[in-house]
């Protein structure tokens, strides 16, 4: 099982937002921190908003921050919401085409162990990754802000 970039960066703004609670934060800030796509976290800001993950101010002085209290994202709420596709194996897809489906023994399987993986994720929230904040913080190459 692995997730999709989309899940990671979801994850990495979220902790960064996480870590610099206190004020606002730009997508480009972000990206600079990570050494990633602007254009991709601009994707990813914008489903994180419309799930109510974080709070979005246009206009000069404007920015980005936690739209809940840390403690309230279940981490595997966050997943299921913006992981597109669980389809482990191709007879899990819609219209999947598998020669052995119905005799095969390998779903309930994949099923048990997808199951076993959110139930760990639903235990931890995003504050429990915000526990070390300082070297959270100290481990990104921030921008440090004038003033």
Known sequence: MRLSSFSDYSLRV?????????RLVTIGEIAEAYGISANH???????LGRLGYLET???????IRL??????????ELIRQ??????????FATGGNCQIH??????????????AMFAALDR??????????RELGQALPLRRLAG
Do not use: F, S
């Not at 913006?82 to 007879?91: F, N, S, T």
């Open 41 to 47: 976290l601009t994707k990813v800001v914008h489903q």
């Open 102 to 115: 119905g005799a095969c023994r390998l779903p309930p399987i994949l099923d048990e162990a997808l199951a």
């Open 82 to 91: 913006v992981e597109g596709d669980w389809a482990l194996v191709e007879c």
């Open 124 to 133: 931890h929230t995003l504050a429990e990754l915000l526990v070390r904040p």
């Open 67 to 76: 739209g809940r209290l840390a403690g309230e994202i279940r981490l595997g």
């Open 57 to 63: 101010l246009r206009g000069k002085g404007g920015g």
């Open 14 to 22: 979220l902790m960064y937002l996480g870590v610099h609670a206190e």
